[in-house]
């Protein structure tokens, strides 16, 4: 029988992001709406205010002395392990005994009656040490021969060093290019429950609900099931929450099992921003040699990383700054070598993208030097240098690139943007020597996606079906704001061919999806997508069996129609149905597992299928900019995203736009900046700018290629948007140079480092005209 009618919600169809009524009236519950339990207390950090030194002691009597103070936390009252290092190598210590590592680091916890008590006597301690010398920057680590933090990474292919010798055209440069605060709209907090015995539950805002549980027993010493983690949702995350939120978990754990009470943990915004980790500054030495045509012939890179303190997620960020050092461009010779640096800094850590950025702005960089350097349009020399067919299509970590759209995708977007009539227009307008100078630019992205570490490409979810035919839904993922939950639902909605509103999203938790993987990587659609399914499907084949018996037809008879079920020729409504299973005891509930397919990856021989498949996406950007001032605004951004065959578009044309803003803001005016004592003085929004609604693109197209379709065999053939669009907002960086660029007639490539802010763009200018 035909059906004339369809499901509301189901997937590639655009469908409000489920909470988004809840977000703009205030209702939304986050951790700090959770109802505080009468007798809650709240925990508050002390931090050090030196950079480096020997912690000789820790007066802390005029702290417990302070009015409505319980108690104070140090290393000495850690029953477990005194570390919350993600990474399993033991150098993150939660609380300093011996060395103090950085301004701003974790000494020890005031737990007290109210927040605003905790605070204030924090400031009381008195910390007897001996100040050491410090180094704050990648280079200034590097002089003082401090080590790396963790192993470096080389990725070679072909022999660059005699390629790079027999070319005729070299050029060599450094950039360095600036970290970003994740700058969230929700701060970190934890809020701990006691619990009977060993137990202990924890809310929190956290990417990571399985870390936070095995941290939280690490440090408790007990077993990771007597520690559960829920998380109902973030208020943005980017990376930030992934592994930085395992102090606060702690922290609120170790009060609430001492004090037999439940206790919260919400730093302010100041103590936020220099407690934890940032996107990784980066300084990069390149050398680049190419043919009279501005097609690159090798490639050498150094990538020095700004890490900090302790290894936290430097080893795979800065990885993936060298996975993402080709962009979308092939180099027949390559050698790409990682340094991350120990400094006396908070510990970097995950940032939407992490570490892909840093690697595509230094290829954009080359890519610019040639064509300055030839007197092209940059447009041109990037063509030239797109991956291809045969024997161009291998990446420097040695895994093909078979899915490449890019030269699809860029003739699109440089058709509907009108690029090369308005770079005309631009050129003209510039020559006639304004105060106001312009600049356009044009950029691809090629972004692997998958974990790096094989084994997070895991995912579960559990799915039930009540016996009234309404549906609950859990997974391991976490919801920050990017539509995650929604497009899950939309899956099983799909799937069981019932209304979107059906179902009942729930908060993640350790009780019901064990082991789960971050939600980071741009894999929370792919993974908890596809184990979502997979429990539907389970569901789905008892069902039918069900069905068939009990009806007496054959399977392929009975087919799950919009909210109702057919079996032969009768059509039975989906409730009805399930009340019938129910009754036949036919077990209605479904833990669904998926794994990513094909990825391998051996970090020793730097080769390897790190990434299931590739997303792309390419961004026009026009500036102007006031050669007077070096203040600049973006006039017009076209983006053509690719997201294959998009589970929710509206949803991914938001994500596209949020990332190409964040992206922009990196590139342009979220500058970090520690003084010469090693403190961070961009510590509030009052000294570190984020973009406004008034710095938005004046006209901002934002479009999704609907004929493209993941040829992997991913959930519904979508692909990833969480990161791959965040580089979209290098176009505006490179827009700038071209402006600045037009004052010495183009002859020379600007090298602006990042962020690009208006007194670099000023200096770059007065630069180039005296050159």
């Known amino acids: 029988m035909k059906q004339t009618v369809s499901i509301k919600g189901g997937v590639n169809t655009d469908l409000q992001h489920d909470s988004a009524t809840k977000h703009v009236t205030g209702r939304a519950d986050y951790t700090d709406d959770i109802a505080e339990p009468v007798g809650t207390l709240h925990a508050y950090l002390?931090?050090?205010?030196?950079?480096?030194?020997m912690l000789k002691g820790?007066?802390?009597?005029?702290?417990?002395?302070?009015?409505?103070?319980l108690g104070v936390l140090t290393a000495a009252d850690i029953p477990g392990v005194n570390?919350?290092?993600?990474?399993g190598r033991h150098d993150e210590p939660l609380f300093a005994t011996d060395k103090i590592e950085f301004h701003g680091q974790p000494l020890f916890a005031v737990v007290a009656e109210t927040r605003d008590a905790a605070r204030r006597a924090a400031?009381?301690?008195?910390?007897?040490?001996?100040?050491?010398?410090h180094a704050l920057d990648p280079v200034a680590a590097q002089d003082a021969g401090y080590p790396h933090i963790t192993e470096n990474l080389t990725l070679a292919r072909g022999d660059a060093d005699a390629a790079m010798a027999a070319a005729g055209n070299r050029i060599k440069g450094q950039i360095?290019?600036?970290?970003?605060?994740?700058m969230y709209l929700e701060g970190h907090i934890a809020f701990a429950l006691p619990g009977e015995d060993d137990e202990v539950v924890l809310h929190c805002s956290t990417q990571h609900p399985s870390e936070a549980q095995h941290m939280v027993a690490h440090v408790l010493d007990v077993p990771s099931n007597a520690v559960v983690v829920n998380v109902r949702r973030m208020g943005g995350g980017f990376g930030g929450k992934e592994s930085q939120m395992n102090l606060f978990c702690c922290v609120a754990a170790l009060a609430a099992k001492k004090?037999?009470?439940?206790?919260?943990?919400?730093?302010?915004?100041?103590?936020?921003?220099?407690?934890?980790?940032?996107?990784?500054?980066?300084?990069?030495?390149y050398e680049v040699a190419h043919d009279d045509l501005g097609r690159i012939e090798a490639v050498r890179g150094d990538f020095a990383a700004r890490c900090g303190w302790s290894s936290d997620l430097s080893g795979p960020v800065t990885d993936r700054a060298l996975f993402h050092a080709d962009n979308a461009y092939f180099y027949p010779h390559v050698r790409l070598v990682s340094q991350p640096m120990k400094t006396n800094t908070v510990s970097n850590t995950a940032f939407r993208g992490f570490g892909g950025p840093q690697g595509v702005v230094a290829a954009e960089r080359m890519i610019e030097e040639i064509a300055y350097a030839l007197g092209k349009d940059p447009l041109e020399v990037r063509k030239v240098n797109f991956y291809g067919g045969e024997g161009r299509d291998l990446t420097p970590y040695h895994q093909k690139v078979e899915d490449n759209i890019l030269d699809r995708l860029i003739a699109e977007l440089e058709d509907s943007a009108g690029y090369q009539t308005r770079r005309q227009e631009i050129i003209a307008h510039n020559a006639k020597g304004g105060i106001i100078r312009k600049g356009i630019a044009l950029t691809p992205v090629k972004?692997?996606?998958?974990?790096?570490?094989?084994?997070?490409n895991q995912a579960g979810a559990l799915v039930h079906i009540y016996n009234d035919g309404s549906v609950h839904l859990n997974h391991g993922g976490t919801e920050m704001g990017q539509g995650l939950n929604t497009k899950v639902a939309q899956i099983v909605a799909e799937a069981l061919q019932i209304d979107f509103d059906r179902i009942k999203i729930t908060k993640t938790t350790t009780e019901k999806v064990p082991n789960t993987s971050a939600t980071a990587a741009s894999s929370g659609s792919d993974l908890n997508g596809m184990a979502a399914l997979d429990a539907c499907e389970q569901l789905k084949e008892r069902l039918i069996a069900f069905a068939a018996e009990e009806w007496g037809v054959a399977p392929e008879q009975v087919v799950f129609v919009p909210n109702a079920v057919q079996v032969g020729d009768e059509i039975i409504a989906f409730n009805d149905f399930i009340k019938r299973a129910y009754m036949a005891r036919v077990q209605l509930s479904a833990a669904g597992f998926y794994k990513t397919p094909k990825i391998h990856w051996d970090r020793a021989a730097g080769k390897g299928r790190p990434f299931y498949y590739y997303a792309y996406g390419a961004a026009c950007s026009e500036v102007s900019i006031d050669t007077l001032t070096g203040e600049y605004s973006v006039d017009r951004t076209d983006i053509l995203h690719d997201v294959g065959k998009s589970l929710n578009p509206i949803l991914d044309k938001g994500q596209v736009e949020g990332a190409f803003i964040q992206g922009m803001g990196w590139m342009t005016t979220e500058e970090l900046w520690w003084d010469d004592k090693g403190a961070l003085r961009t510590h509030a929004p009052s000294t570190y700018k984020i973009p406004l609604a008034s710095d938005r693109p004046k006209i901002f197209n934002v479009a999704l290629p609907e004929w493209s379709e993941n040829r992997e065999l991913t959930i519904k053939r979508s692909k990833a948007v969480g990161e791959p669009p965040f580089m979209l907002g290098i176009s505006v960086l490179e827009a700038i140079s071209m402006a600045v660029a037009s004052v010495a007639d183009y002859r020379e490539c600007p090298r602006l480092d990042t962020p690009a802010t208006p007194e670099r763009v000023l200096m770059a200018v007065e630069r180039l005209r005296g050159a």
């Open 46 to 53: 002390g931090v050090s205010t030196v950079a480096h030194a």
């Open 58 to 69: 820790i007066d802390l009597d005029p702290v417990r002395q302070a009015p409505g103070v």
């Open 83 to 87: 570390d919350v290092s993600p990474t």
């Open 123 to 133: 400031e009381l301690a008195v910390v007897d040490c001996e100040i050491l010398p």
């Open 176 to 182: 360095t290019i600036g970290g970003q605060d994740h």
């Open 259 to 285: 004090w037999r009470r439940p206790v919260k943990i919400r730093p302010d915004r100041d103590q936020d921003m220099v407690t934890t980790g940032k996107r990784h500054d980066f300084v990069v030495d």
């Open 447 to 456: 972004f692997g996606i998958s974990f790096t570490a094989t084994w997070y």
